[in-house]
């Protein structure tokens, strides 16, 4: 197996200097009739474009006292301290029926009335398309008569981008929850899947009515309407903050990966996107793809037991792309369990289990031969998530793999042997989550290398994805899962490392649910980044050092965004990485490379 690489360091071409620019924004204003409001209210809807660049230099490092105060500002300035927008509907134009056939409405000096009420009519007003809606709270005062209230009759809010079937209708008022010819405020929030597509057309807010058991009778009266716009989402806007990192990869003698994208997300393309190259070249010696070297993507098919079962080109290009940057590559994965990562042809095949290992040999050799060749892959992560988060942990036995293998974990160390045998010189690692913490998913995974080990299986190390949270687990924990790897003498590589500032598994979400990214946050997760990696150096000794990669760029691109985004209604407030969404470094740059440099480790700007 490899001896560990130091990749010789290459001439920076492109100059990146780290403080960024500022923000930016239009004015929205409001057409519609059925709207009244003021200019200076809706001209603060503005969204937060921000044109920040990586290229407007500054030589404060962000330690500088006036910085703080500087972050102070740019965080208030974009999001919860800026007030409100309300709109505020006009009750005497601009309304009509809800509902196919509907007779329409009424103005009266009280407001609007409807009397049609068959299922789904109701009385709405339109809001112009572009004004963002995601998130916004609608407040009806109402008053339905007390023949509506006895027929058994029920509400329930529509907000409909007109034209298309996006709608919320989630908020719903049930009888018992109107006054009876009282006045009541009704409010509902929209959320309905997270991205209704307000910029396609003009979106219909009000109320419908949904009758009970009875044909409904009266009259509704809506007295008054008003949105109250959700604030501009504040994503990390540190573009002013300057961490002072020449690059991180001269700091260490170990890799220092970062996962990026290729065809997989377009918008983030390393072959493409200047600023992702940039921040590649600049701070990293090693790169993993976020996903086109998984198995889907390399090996799609089965159908012709020759290579063009396989599709290379993608990754061919990425790989080719990180040696003409001199930066190695940490392979990922040759399995992974997850289900849309699995060819239909695995989670189909239908042989014996003799069968099935002598498909895994082949996946296995093909692939790490063909990318022995570039020169530059330097490991791989060869089972990725074999093990569950139960306790106590056991073999993952519903992955088709363990299925397929005759319910047996046996296609995992006949997949280190393959790989060995294919290049004995790549480093061949054991990759999963939630082993940091110490429990009992890292002993199941301390036993099975130990056996490992025992037996001969061609094992260099464990890869800690270590995609953790603020404020948990503790270092003392992630110290002593490492440790437990160290000890046995295998390399130990932190592959996937982000630090979630909200994460729906940790830290009391939504209890304690992080809104906005403040100095603080910053600061803690500055610190936090920086215990991480002092760790990793304080336990692993050099020699069994395989790296640390952090996984993604740029907040706002953070799988973590996806993968909760219901869990965070849509917002992208995973915060979890090194750089802000506009590439401008944030102080946990500064953490990281504080740890690299034995700097102690703190929350001071
Ligand atoms: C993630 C990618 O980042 C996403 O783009 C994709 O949609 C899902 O997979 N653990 C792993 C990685 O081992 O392969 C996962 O990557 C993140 C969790």
């Given at each position: 197996m490899r001896v560990q690489k130091i990749l010789p360091l290459f001439i920076v071409s492109l100059a990146l200097t780290a403080c960024g620019g500022s923000s930016g924004g239009g004015s929205k204003s409001s057409s519609s009739k059925a709207i009244s409001s003021s200019s200076k209210a809706v001209?603060?809807?503005?969204?937060?474009?921000s044109t920040a660049t990586v290229s407007s230099a500054s030589s404060?490092?962000?330690?500088?006292?006036?910085l703080s105060s500087s972050l102070a500002s740019e965080s208030s300035g974009s999001s919860s301290s800026s007030a409100p927008v309300v709109i505020t509907a006009d009750?005497?134009?601009?309304w009509y029926g809800n509902g196919a056939g509907n007779t329409g409405v009424l103005y009266t000096a009280d407001g609007v009335t409807f009397t049609?009420?068959?299922?789904?009519?109701g009385a709405v007003f339109d809001v112009p398309k572009?004004?963002?809606?995601?998130?916004a709270t609608i407040e009806l005062v109402v008053n339905a008569s007390s023949d509506f209230i006895s027929s058994g009759g029920n509400l329930q809010f529509v907000a409909q981008v007109i034209g298309?079937?996006?709608?919320?209708?989630?908020c719903w008022i049930p009888n018992?929850?109107?006054g009876d010819a009282t006045d009541t405020t009704l409010t509902c929030k929209?959320?309905?899947?997270?991205?209704?597509?307000?910029?396609?057309n003009d979106t219909k807010i009000g109320i419908q009515v949904k009758p009970g058991a009875n044909p409904l009778a009266g009259t509704i009266t809506i007295k008054s309407a008003k949105i109250t716009l959700a604030p501009p989402q504040s994503s990390?806007?540190?573009?002013?903050?300057?961490?002072?990192?020449?690059?991180?990869?001269?700091?260490?003698?170990?890799p220092i990966g970062i996962a990026v994208s290729n065809t997989d997300s377009p918008a983030d393309n390393i072959l493409t996107n200047v600023k992702e190259q940039a921040i590649a070249e600049k701070h990293f010696s090693q790169m993993t793809a976020g996903n086109i070297m998984k198995m889907s993507y390399?090996?799609?098919?089965?159908?012709?037991?020759?290579?063009?079962?396989?599709?290379f080109a993608n990754a061919d290009a990425f790989v080719a792309y990180a040696k003409s940057k001199n930066i190695s590559i940490h392979a990922?994965?040759?399995?992974?369990?997850?289900d849309y990562q699995v060819p239909d042809f695995m989670k189909n095949f239908a042989g014996t289990p003799q069968e099935f290992l002598a498909v895994v040999d082949t996946h296995v050799t093909t692939l790490v031969d063909h990318f022995e060749?570039?020169?530059?892959?330097?490991?791989?992560?060869?089972?990725?998530?074999?093990?569950?988060?139960?306790?106590p942990s056991d073999y993952r036995t519903n992955s088709p793999f363990y299925v397929k293998s005759g319910?047996?974990?046996?296609f995992i160390e006949r997949a280190f042997i393959a790989a060995d045998a294919a290049d004995p010189v790549v480093n061949l690692y054991y990759n999963d989550y939630n082993?940091?913490?110490?429990?009992s998913k890292t002993d199941k995974m301390v036993e099975m290398v130990t056996d490992f080990k025992a037996r001969n299986i061609p094992i260099d190390g464990v890869g800690?994805?270590?995609?953790?949270?603020?404020?948990?687990?503790s270092i003392s924990a992630i110290s002593a899962a490492m440790k437990k790897v160290a000890d046995l003498g295998l390399k130990v590589k932190i592959t996937e490392l982000d630090v979630a500032?909200?994460?729906?598994?940790?830290?009391?979400y939504p209890a304690n649910k992080i809104s906005e990214f403040t100095p603080a946050i910053a600061f803690e997760q500055k610190k936090r980044y920086c215990d991480i990696i002092a760790a990793y150096k304080t336990v692993v000794p050099e020699a069994q050092r395989g790296g640390v990669t952090v996984w993604?760029?740029?907040?706002?691109?953070?799988w973590l965004d996806n993968l909760y985004s219901s869990e965070y209604e849509g917002?992208?407030?995973?915060?979890?990485?090194?750089?802000?969404?506009?590439y401008g470094d944030k102080p946990a740059l500064r953490g990281f490379a504080d740890a690299l440099s034995d700097v102690t480790c703190t929350t001071n700007p």
């Open positions: 001209s603060s809807v503005s969204t937060i474009s404060v490092c962000g330690a500088a006292a006036p009750m005497t134009s601009g049609d009420l068959a299922n789904d009519r572009g004004t963002l809606l995601e998130k298309t079937g996006e709608a919320e209708w989630g018992g929850s109107i929209i959320l309905e899947n997270g991205n209704l597509n307000q910029t396609l990390s806007s540190y573009s002013s903050y300057n961490a002072c990192v020449d690059s991180l990869k001269d700091l260490a003698d170990f390399l090996h799609p098919r089965n159908d012709t037991g020759t290579l063009n079962d396989y599709e990922h994965t040759l399995f992974w369990h997850a060749e570039s020169g530059n892959v330097d490991s791989w992560d060869v089972v990725n998530e074999a093990l569950t988060d139960g306790n319910n047996s974990p046996i082993i940091e913490n110490n429990d800690f994805q270590m995609h953790v949270c603020l404020r948990w687990p500032v909200n994460q729906p598994y940790c830290d009391s993604g760029t740029r907040d706002g691109s953070s917002e992208k407030i995973s915060w979890p990485l090194l750089f802000d969404a506009q």
